[in-house]
């Protein structure tokens, strides 16, 4: 309850000096960020519950359930500048799926004398306790907890980073249109550069910056503050795309003005159910017509 009371006066403030637009994406974002930390493993047989309606709320929150189906749905002529994820959204999140629940898990398991389901659940007990601090995505953090060295374990499996459908085609389109493309991303600064090694994405990016650079998560308001200050974009005119809907509700609540989820992060996963925010399967969904020829 004292939480809930806490963020009444900046949505007060909000209201006074920005209207209820402003105040109605705000509260949708705090809606998707509670819906976004349920965690099943606490009670596996409860339902999420929403606590607004954003049926009716302006862009750039949009109805649970609404999938990109024309490049209309993004204003492509009011977007100056696009932040871009990495995993997930630019590369295939089947690489991190599968180091982290097969990979490592086998290299747990010889390196301390247990079973592989032993080692297994040990780890998810250690990555469900770190979730979306910056340490759960710290590979030195990692290197400790388990005691191997996970940044060179990364490198036994880099056959299998690649990027996602549609990626290249995508950036193509942006570097044709002029805009100014950043890659943000919360991956460790070894992850980052095994993955921008393994693939072609990196001359596309006007900048490359981990959330580490910043000592805070892109879940955290602090990194969004560092990165404005830095980089200096107009957040209305700003697109940001990600695939975890918290991510994206910290975007909104800075006041990035239009947000993309990718809803299947992961080739070899079915699609996550939509978020509340604009969603898509993939890039050929919110490019125009002339850059699919």
Not at 165 to 182: D, I, S
Not at 247 to 270: E, K, V
Not at 274 to 287: E, I
Request: charged share 15%; aromatic share 10%.
């Amino acid at each position: 309850m004292r939480g809930l009371i806490g963020i009444l006066p900046p949505l007060i403030t909000t209201v006074i000096a920005h209207g209820p637009r402003r105040l109605a994406i705000k509260l949708c974002a705090l809606d998707e960020y509670l819906y976004s930390i349920k965690r099943p493993f606490a009670c596996p047989n409860a339902l999420p519950v929403r606590l607004f309606s954003c049926e009716n709320t302006p862009k750039p929150i949009f109805k649970r359930g609404t999938l990109v189906t024309a490049h209309q749905s993004i204003p492509w002529h009011q977007i100056e500048t696009v932040l871009l994820d990495m995993d997930g959204t630019l590369l295939d999140l089947h690489f991190d799926h599968y180091f982290w629940t097969e990979h490592l898990p086998q290299h747990y398991a010889a390196h301390h004398q247990v079973s592989l389901s032993q080692a297994k659940t040990r780890l998810g007990q250690l990555i469900r306790q770190a979730e979306g601090s910056l340490q759960w995505y710290c590979l030195d953090y990692w290197s400790q907890q388990v005691s191997l060295p996970v940044a060179a374990l990364k490198h036994e499996v880099a056959h299998k980073i690649q990027t996602r459908p549609h990626t290249m085609a995508f950036l193509q389109f942006l570097q044709a249109e002029g805009k100014r493309v950043l890659l943000i991303t919360n991956a460790h600064r070894a992850s980052l550069q095994l993955k921008l090694a393994c693939t072609d994405i990196a001359p596309y990016f006007a900048a490359i910056i981990s959330s580490h650079d910043y000592g805070a998560p892109k879940e955290s308001q602090a990194f969004w503050q560092a990165l404005a200050a830095q980089e200096h974009f107009n957040p209305a005119h700003t697109l940001f795309v990600d695939d975890t809907p918290r991510i994206l509700a910290a975007a909104a609540t800075f006041g990035i003005g239009h947000l993309l989820c990718i809803t299947q992060p992961d080739s070899q996963q079915p699609p996550n159910p939509p978020s509340a925010f604009l969603n898509a399967q993939d890039f050929h969904q919110v490019m125009p017509p002339h850059a699919h020829a």
